[in-house]
């Protein structure tokens, strides 16, 4: 059996740490690491809506994503690009898939997701923690009564499968991303429903066995960084 570049098991996360309220001055923020991978997410509660949702009585999330320069091992440049572009539009769509807009009120919550280190996973990262940064910007507007009570619906979080040299790989490094024949980010919530999976052959498709195997192994990664942030919000539910 060929060995991990760090030794972890198939079905193994990579040690992953949230620090919580990392930022003091804003309503929400987590700084998670996932094995080298680090992401700083912040939340930020504006009290407006896009032109779009204007008078029709419910709020809106929604997220940006970027890389530092030196995030990986040559620098790129800080100009937001069709990728990330594409990262944080899934970012926003997962936060609001476990949301009431309409308990939120006429208001926007930005949750800015920066990678401080890429080694594979970071749009995985940047979902687990914003869920964490976001949890707390409502609990903010909660104790200052300008939202419901009942904003948040589930957990959320995110986890990178695959195959490699044959063999199906949960939460891939950098190194293991390179080598994929198979690629696959898998978002879902705390109950265990799928909010979006992504999946791509790099070189020969896949089958249906093939894609439950994936799933089934996303699925209980998913479940382990969940406790981890019930564990962190002290809470069984959000």
């Given at each position: ?21 990392y930022l003091p001055h804003a309503e929400g923020s987590a700084l998670i690491s996932v094995g080298q991978t680090r992401v700083l997410c912040a ?196």
């Amino acid at each position: 059996m060929i060995e991990r570049p760090d030794g972890r098991r198939p079905d193994q996360l990579r040690p992953v740490r949230i620090h919580r309220r990392y930022l003091p001055h804003a309503e929400g923020s987590a700084l998670i690491s996932v094995g080298q991978t680090r992401v700083l997410c912040a939340a930020t509660v504006e009290e407006s809506v896009p032109s779009f949702l204007r008078g029709q009585g419910q709020g809106w999330i929604t997220a940006e994503y970027a890389m530092l320069p030196r995030a990986t091992q040559e620098r790129t440049s800080r100009r937001t690009g069709g990728r990330s572009m594409e990262i944080q539009r899934l970012i926003g769509r997962s936060l609001r898939a476990i949301t009431d807009l309409e308990q939120l009120g006429g208001r926007t919550i930005i949750v800015d997701c920066d990678v401080l280190q890429a080694d594979g996973g970071t749009r995985s990262a940047a979902i687990t923690g914003a869920f964490v940064a976001l949890y707390d910007a409502v609990r903010w507007l909660q104790k200052r009564h300008l939202c419901g009570q009942e904003v948040v619906s589930d957990f959320l979080a995110a986890v990178s499968v695959g195959q490699v040299s044959g063999r199906m790989i949960l939460d891939l490094c950098y190194q293991e991303d390179l080598a994929a024949g198979v690629d696959m980010n898998v978002v879902m919530t705390g109950s265990g429903r799928f909010v979006e999976v992504q999946g791509t052959a790099e070189e020969d498709p896949f089958s249906r066995r093939q894609m439950d195997e994936m799933l089934s192994l996303a699925r209980r990664g998913i479940q382990e960084l969940v406790s981890a942030q019930k564990k962190l919000l002290k809470v069984n539910q959000p």
